[in-house]
């Protein structure tokens, strides 16, 4: 006989439920809130995923010889928002959060047990995406550009306009929030929608 885990799942019985904030969400949307809204609940996924770990859990890694762990997925978004709307489309100059030229994989690298490292991974990724949503809802249109030159973004090397950056942005979470589920799974054997 089969047995199921639905149990562990971080809503009861795995379906929609009002403690679940990514199911009140708007629809019908036009082009602009449609991708706001699907990137906003991919964030609200990560911190649903890391809900109520401590800096060890947060700071656990993977498997060798990865150096994934949910701190690192946390400071890496943090430096990717970062990169793409405070850099990139808003063109500030603004230095990276945990990586250098010297330890280009600073945010995993760094991502250690220490209460105080978490703290800091949080408060740079909200302040990094409280950033994007703004400078989203206050984008002239969804077609204004910048130059990606060094194709960082994936842009193929010139212009990108603020909506593929937001695609790519979904991708990018989308991508990690695998990688999530089967960390939280790891530490706790918490599995989820």
Known sequence: MATTRRADMFTEDGKPSADDPREHRSRLGDERSTLAESLRCLRLTLELKCAGLDAEGMARRAVEPSTMSLLGLVRHLAEIERATFRVLMAGEDAPKLFCSAA?????????????EVVAQAWEAWRVEVEFATRFVAEAPSLDITAEDPLNQHGSGGGAMSLREALIGMIEEYARHMGHVDLLRERIDGRIGQ
Do not use: E, W
């Open 103 to 115: 330890d280009r994989d600073g945010d995993f690298n760094g991502a250690v047990a220490d209460p």
